[in-house]
């Protein structure tokens, strides 16, 4: 059975999720699926996920400030028999006892928002809805674009990078099948391609179709059809050199995004 990692927050969940991928990196024979729940305000909001957590047999992770609201969470975990990983209010106690100071949480569990908080919900809502070559007229608005056949991390990487409030689009690349063309029409700084080496991509994908109950030998996962997909990705790389590629076998998402963003920044600033 698929484990399951429950994030809650009632901010944007980044400093949870950051946590647990960085423990799960722990156990590398266990495959565990981290469910995030960010803004989580109500109490019936918190009830709803531990019910669901509940009937999966999952794990609650939480980052949330508010004592009233931490609370009403870690007791409706006990009493499913649930359980629960504070990850920040023994830190606030702590620092609080420490400071000599009462934490500046707002009545009701709000929180300043300013515009940062914003452009990053408006990221990862832009990531949602151009995830997989979704909406090619959309990639002008990007700041970046992710270009990959299956399996290189195009949406994890999306979805990291869109949470720190870049608006990333990715684009597969599907043997046979010609790029859209909106994708050249974009500032080409912004293109970043994603390689892997194909003993990785194998096992990958091996995994993916066991997971889905399909068999071994279907073409996605067979090792003749990834060389071929791999090739043709390098067919396309090569005649856009522009475009850098980053290696994401066996790398952390992290890694990679953190790479990827000193490669774009510093192609943004070399080339102005």
Request: hydrophobic share 40%.
């Amino acid at each position: 059975m698929k484990r399951k990692v429950f994030i809650v927050s009632d901010a944007t969940g980044t400093t949870a999720e950051r946590v647990v991928a960085a423990a799960l990196r722990q156990f590398p024979n266990h495959t565990v699926a981290p469910e995030i729940y960010p803004r989580v305000r109500t109490e019936q909001e918190l009830e709803d996920i531990v019910e669901r957590a509940a009937e999966e047999g999952g794990f609650v992770v939480h980052t949330i400030v508010h004592h009233h609201q931490r609370e009403l969470l870690q007791r409706h975990c006990a009493d499913a028999g649930i359980i629960d990983v504070d990850l920040i209010g023994p830190l606030v106690g702590a620092l609080g006892s420490y400071l000599r100071s009462d934490p500046a949480t707002e009545p009701g569990g709000r929180h300043p928002v300013d515009d940062e908080y914003y452009r990053r919900i408006e990221a990862v809502e832009f990531a949602v809805r151009n995830d997989d070559g979704q909406h090619p007229r959309n990639l002008r608005k990007a700041d970046i674009v992710l270009v990959g056949i299956s399996r290189t991390s195009k949406t994890p990487l999306s979805t990291y990078l869109a949470q720190r409030g870049y608006k990333v689009a990715n684009v597969p690349i599907v043997l046979g099948i010609e790029l859209p063309g909106e994708l050249f029409k974009v500032d080409q700084r912004k293109v970043v391609a994603l390689a892997i080496k194909p003993a990785a991509l194998f096992r990958i994908r091996q995994a993916r179709l066991q997971s889905l109950g399909m068999p071994a030998d279907t073409a996605y996962g067979m090792q003749d059809h990834i060389r071929k997909e791999l090739d043709y990705a390098r067919q396309i790389f090569d005649a856009n050199p522009h475009w850098p590629v980053l290696d994401v076998t066996d790398r952390a998402i992290e890694e990679t995004a953190a790479e990827l963003l000193a490669l774009r920044n510093q192609r943004m600033r070399d080339e102005d």
